[in-house]
């Protein structure tokens, strides 16, 4: 029965973080208005909010204009449903925090190439949790040199962002995992790579990291 309330509530933050993303990449409010359509503008009502059970009723579509519904969203929903339901203790709960957040950025980040900055000092402070305050100094000396070295450089071959998530899961999880974690990233990365065009790496990051707390 817990698991179950769990994944409720998960599946709920999840639809909550795709349509914040949604806001953010139309620089819309995360507030207002309410829930809506965002190609008809029509107002969705409370049986249209559920997660995962909306998505199926409506068949991934609108029930106004008939358009489809971004199968990003129920798996989202999905996604942060069994992420949930790995919440066992204090540590496991700061992890799946960590893992909304950049889930948050990796949504932003996949439809802009850009995310809010407040992600990345907040999930350094949950990575930095417990720690001594020698590492909480290396944490943040380290993303204080990527916020202030990385505008200086104009063609930079890998994004702020992702070097910051970088930060922050080796603060977590430490150097062997950092390198699992990225290799299996890479991997994703270059499977969907097209030469000459910029890929938003933080989406594969988010997967890896994902996938490496689920699974093992």
Known sequence: MLLIILFIYGSCTGSLLVAMASRYATGGSYLFPASHCDTCQTPLTY??????LSYTLLRGKCQTCGRMIPAITVGVEVIAGLLATTVTDSTSLIIVLWLALWGFAALCDWQTQTFPGWVSWLTT???LWGQSPVVWLTGCVLLLTIRLLWPHWHHPTIGDGDLEMMVSYSLLWGVTSTAQWLLAACLLGLWQSRAGTRIAF??????SAVGWWLVL
Do not use: N
Request: proline share 13%; net charge negative; hydrophobic share 60%.
């Open 47 to 52: 049986w249209q909010l559920v997660p995962i």
């Open 125 to 127: 402070g949950l990575s």
């Open 202 to 207: 933080l989406p594969d990051l988010m997967v």
